[in-house]
């Protein structure tokens, strides 16, 4: 243990580091000093620029929440159950709804989530953004039309080729597909 305490103050880091290979944050002030000063001025300038920018990004002390002024109000197709189904009414019409902003452009359909069957991703009254694709895979999120309930749930094809609707939260249950052709998958949730 000695030894190890001898190494770590030669060279400036943690016994955590020379044993374990973890990084602290003074490992990282040592290193970042000896690079900035390699640096010209200008140079320590841009990356001082740089680090200060990335500071809304990684502080964990700030959270940014929506206000009125990075919202907007979009027009949703209808309502997926993120439960145990939501019945499709034939008088079913568009409604509008506000959400955080911006809003991605290349989306075929925006629906309100109702229910928590999909947290922790998607949460009740959430609204999701679905996008129309040729083909599905097994473990992608879909939002989904089967016997006259719409659903967003995680896509579950076994080797056999039987289909499922996978709830994410426990306390929901799965819906098999017993008749494939009976299902109708709008797309792929990608917000």
């Known amino acids: 243990m000695g030894a190890l305490q001898k190494m770590s103050d030669l060279f400036?880091?943690?016994i955590g580091r020379i044993t374990d290979g973890e990084?602290?944050?003074s490992d990282l002030v040592v290193k970042t000093s000896q690079l900035m000063?390699?640096?010209s001025i200008q140079h320590q300038q841009e990356v001082y620029e740089f680090a200060k920018s990335r500071l809304s990004y990684t502080s964990p002390s700030i959270v940014t929440f929506p206000s009125k002024?990075?919202?907007t109000t979009?027009?949703?197709d209808g309502v997926l159950s993120a439960g145990v189904g939501e019945y499709l009414d034939d008088n079913s019409e568009p409604f509008s709804v506000?959400?955080?902003a911006p809003v991605p452009d290349n989306y075929d359909y925006a629906f309100k989530i109702n229910g928590s069957s999909m947290e922790p991703y998607y949460h009740n009254g959430q609204v999701v953004f679905i996008k129309k694709v040729?083909?599905?895979r097994d473990g992608q999120t879909v939002a989904a039309i089967y016997d006259g309930c719409a659903?967003?749930?995680r896509l579950a094809v076994d080797d056999d080729g039987y289909a499922k609707l996978i709830s994410l939260n426990p306390d929901y249950p799965n819906v098999r597909i017993d008749n494939k052709e009976g299902m109708k998958l709008l797309g792929v949730a990608f917000s």
């Open 69 to 71: 002024h990075n919202t």
């Open 12 to 14: 400036g880091v943690s």
């Open 23 to 25: 990084t602290n944050s």
């Open 151 to 153: 659903y967003l749930k």
């Open 98 to 100: 506000t959400v955080p």
């Open 74 to 76: 979009i027009e949703v």
């Open 134 to 136: 040729g083909q599905y």
């Open 37 to 39: 000063r390699l640096l």
